[in-house]
């Protein structure tokens, strides 16, 4: 029963993402100027964030504390504290920071390099400099780490470590493939580029899980990385800091 409870919280996510995505996307398209009107009003951004925080974080933790179709190993919640042995727990953080640095700056370069020429080909990357991006970046981080290791859990019970990672990782291509705002800003030569670079800290989130199972490292490694990107791209991305409303998770 506990694993079959782990695949229809997994499930039930999906199903809600998918739902939500196609139904605002045929909203929109059915009345394109009072789905604007509503996105700009005061209350709006609020909403969106509530909804998101909802889904992205109450909804593990609830399937982690009542439905307990998670472990808190495998989701990466590794005890911040030492309980037994502190020398060995230091350790293994110490190990765990250096994978993190490494395969943060790793990605941080792929990424940058390749927002750099995306822009140099004349991609008009949008950009912001709001003094509270990095706070934002920082909640976007948490959302998208923790999403991915909830979609992580229930294959790496069915399937191991290794192939459960990766089909975990699948699950939120899928995903993110059946969101239509997504697919729409694939076609888009301005948005493209900030899409590739969530993509590649997806995989970088699930090369980092496979050495560390940390997802507070995870966290802010890829908060790290985004920031980094930010601050050589002369700002902060738009979709980085999650004004894509309702782009998929990944």
């Known amino acids: 029963m506990a694993d079959l409870s782990r695949w229809l919280w997994l499930a039930s996510s999906f199903l ?12 929109w398209q059915k009345d394109q100027e009072r789905f604007d009107s509503f996105r700009r009003a005061r209350f709006s951004p609020l909403l969106l964030q509530i909804a998101r925080f909802a889904y992205l974080i109450v909804f593990p933790f609830c399937a982690l504390v009542w439905g307990r179709a998670v472990m808190g190993r495998l989701l990466g919640l590794q005890p911040l504290l030492p309980s037994t042995d502190p020398a060995a727990h230091w350790a293994n953080w110490a190990r765990d920071c250096g994978w993190g640095v490494g395969l943060g700056l790793a990605g941080w370069g792929l990424l940058t390099v390749g927002w750099l020429a995306a822009r140099r080909v004349g991609c008009r990357v949008q950009l912001t400099g709001a003094p509270s991006a990095p706070w934002r970046l920082l909640g976007e981080a948490a959302y998208a780490e923790t999403h991915w290791s909830f979609y992580r859990n229930a294959p790496i019970v069915a399937l191991g470590p290794y192939w459960g990672t990766w089909l975990g990782l699948g699950l939120v291509a899928v995903e993110a493939e059946l969101n239509p705002w997504w697919r729409a800003d694939w076609r888009s030569a ?14 970088l989130s699930a090369a980092l899980y496979l050495q560390t199972t940390n997802l507070w490292l995870a966290v802010l490694v890829h908060w790290g990385v985004t920031w980094g990107l930010a601050a050589c791209t002369r700002g902060s991305p738009r979709t980085l800091e999650g004004s894509a409303d309702y782009s998929s998770p990944l």
């Open 16 to 27: 809600l993402a998918v739902v939500a995505t196609q139904t605002t996307w045929w909203v």
């Open 190 to 203: 301005d948005r493209a580029p900030e899409l590739f670079a969530r993509c590649g800290l997806a995989v």
